[in-house]
């Protein structure tokens, strides 16, 4: 779509709209923000259109459209699918060798579950190897709950940093402000380091790493954004 507006503007109901039209979701829906900084930022996204609309520069419109047509249609059915991550979380799966590789899991992975741990009272089953191993009832449950306790826009956010880490706990870890964007980054990206420092690092990988790391930071200023 080509840009036809002049003004971007945010109502008393934190709708941006362009000119005197209020900016539809893909679904049709109102884009309302649930906040001030959030609605003021995908605001300017629609500022910073200079011919035609280009959604991959525009992420924070894209979560906010997710979040209103996907999630809260269904929020109890996107929290299920978000919260099965936690049966194959990326933390509980460790190499059996080299040791060195074994210790930087253990630095980096441990204390994410060691705050998993007391913040939930669970307990994990930690996997040597990739066969799939089952995490406790009990440990899934409340894991379940924590993130169906989330709201449709920070369920939309936590949707991609699950899918590019690998872990619901660092994503709700992220959430609850116990780790920073850069250490869970570095947590996820713990195992492909490696293989990059013993076989170099891939043209087409690399790519698709800065793109999985675009992706990230956006979901991640989204949830600051709330």
């Known amino acids: 779509m080509k840009r036809f507006w002049k003004e971007v503007s945010v109502d008393t109901d934190r709708v941006v709209r362009l000119d005197d039209r209020p900016v539809r979701t893909p679904g ?6 649930p906040g001030a900084a959030l609605a003021a930022a995908i605001a300017d996204e629609w500022r910073g259109v200079a011919e035609a609309i280009d959604p ?13 047509d996907r999630v809260g249609a269904d ?3 996107f929290a299920q699918g978000l919260a099965r991550y936690a049966e194959s979380d990326l933390l509980c799966y460790r ?7 074994v210790a930087r899991q253990a630095a980096a992975w441990d204390p994410l579950l060691d705050w998993a741990r007391t913040r939930y009272d669970v307990h994990f089953e930690l996997v040597t190897g990739v066969m799939h191993r089952a995490q406790p009832t009990a440990t899934l449950a409340r894991l379940s709950d924590a993130v169906a306790s989330r709201d449709a826009f920070r ?7 699950v899918t590019i880490t690998g872990t619901l706990i660092g ?14 980054w570095s947590a996820a990206m713990v195992d492909e380091d490696w293989q990059a420092e013993r ?17 990230y930071d ?9």
């Open 199 to 215: 076989w170099g690092e891939d043209d087409l990988a690399t790519q698709a790493r800065a793109a999985r790391r675009r992706d």
């Open 155 to 161: 369920l939309a956010a936590m949707s991609p940093v």
């Open 56 to 68: 991959r520069a525009m992420p924070l419109t894209g979560l906010a459209n997710a979040a209103i």
């Open 218 to 226: 956006a979901a991640v200023r989204f949830l600051r954004l709330l």
């Open 171 to 184: 994503a709700l870890a992220l959430v609850e402000g116990a780790v920073d964007a850069g250490t869970l």
């Open 28 to 33: 049709r829906a109102p884009l309302a923000l």
């Open 95 to 101: 190499a059996d060798g080299p040791q060195e590789l």
């Open 75 to 77: 929020h109890d059915g």
